[in-house]
């Protein structure tokens, strides 16, 4: 039988699920990326953190060199104006990440919240 709820608990309600949706696509979307960050040291795949707010998340990863790694842009001299990791990444992989969540993941966030309330 489906959950009866008053009027006034909608807004709460919505609250709840749009939280359960930030941060388990922040989750996902972080292993993720981590998962596809090339490897050299390891400094900049574990320079990646997470930080779940109230109904936001922000993502940052502060190495020096991410821009160059992660989006191809502010290539050092040394790179020869090329784009290349030892891993074959794509630029913007970040991107592509996020677009395959926002489309295969996050109806089912939704789905799994909605069955256990």
Known sequence: MARQIKID???G???EEIQHVV?????SWTKQVKEETPVDTGRLRSA???NI???KAEITNNME???PVIYGNNLPDSWGGRYRTRKGTQP??????????????VPRFV????RQN
């Open 111 to 114: 789905e799994a919240f909605r």
């Open 23 to 27: 941060e388990a696509t922040a989750l």
């Open 13 to 15: 309600l919505m609250k």
């Open 53 to 55: 707010g109230q109904l």
């Open 92 to 105: 913007g992989f970040p991107e592509r990440i996020a677009k395959e969540i926002a489309v295969n993941e």
């Open 65 to 67: 060199y991410a821009e």
């Open 9 to 11: 608990q909608i807004a």
């Open 48 to 50: 990646w953190q997470t």
